[in-house]
Structure formats: C-alpha cells, structure tokens
C-alpha cells in the first residue's frame, strides 16, 4: 500500500488548504481512511475519516466545522479541505487506512501511512 499526502504549506491565519491523499496498492472498497496530525512535543491525533466507500464521516473535536473529508473514487485520492485555519492547526498531516470497516480514531488502529505533509500557519 502507497499513501502519498500533497497539499500542505504556509499560511496565514483564517486561510485555506486543501491537502491530498493518493492512495494505490490495493483495492480499499469498504476501508476506512483517515487524516491524523501530529505537532511537535504532542502526540498523533485523529482529524477526520471516512470509509472508502462512502457514509458517515467523523472529525476530531477541534475541527468543529472547519474541515471537510472526501473522496474521489476515479482518482483513488482523499482530501482534507481546511478552512479558518488557527496558528494550533500547525502539525504534519498524514493519511491512514486499515483494514476492516469501522472508522476508527486511534492511530494504534491504522497498519498503513503516509509519509506526512507539513502544514503551518502564522498568526
């Protein structure tokens, strides 16, 4: 499995980003995928998931209405859409799958990562 984030990068506060997930190697039909971040000195935290194929999302309390996750199945690509970003946001986004159906929000869950994209924002 081959998880590729794209997308991160410097912005100001109350901006932007939409971060990218190319996922291949395998057919993830009903897999769960998730968005993680990790900021330095903290521990990895669950942003947003998903399943592959489609249903109810879940987010991290913090994103409060902030981030969206999607998918586009023709491109085998997640996305994590950030808006109104806070200088807190500031962390290395990476993407996940497991196996299994549910989505879940412990990065102990997850058996597959990306490599991580940067994502700061100035105050």
């Known amino acids: 499995v081959q998880l590729v984030e794209s997308g991160g990068g410097l912005v100001q506060t109350g901006g932007s980003l939409r971060l990218s997930c190319a996922a291949s190697g395998r057919t993830f039909s009903n897999s769960p995928m998730g968005w993680f971040r990790q900021a330095p000195g903290k521990e990895r935290e669950f942003v947003a998931g998903?399943?592959?194929?489609?249903?109810?999302?879940r987010y991290g309390d913090f994103v409060k209405g902030r981030f969206t996750i999607s998918i586009d199945n023709a491109k085998n690509t997640v996305y994590l859409q950030m808006n109104s970003l806070k200088p807190e946001d500031t962390a290395v986004y990476y993407c996940a799958t497991r196996q299994g159906m549910v989505v879940t929000t412990g990065p102990s869950d997850y058996e597959d990562w990306g490599q991580g994209t940067q994502v700061s924002v100035n105050s």
């Open positions: 998903l399943r592959w194929s489609g249903g109810i999302t």
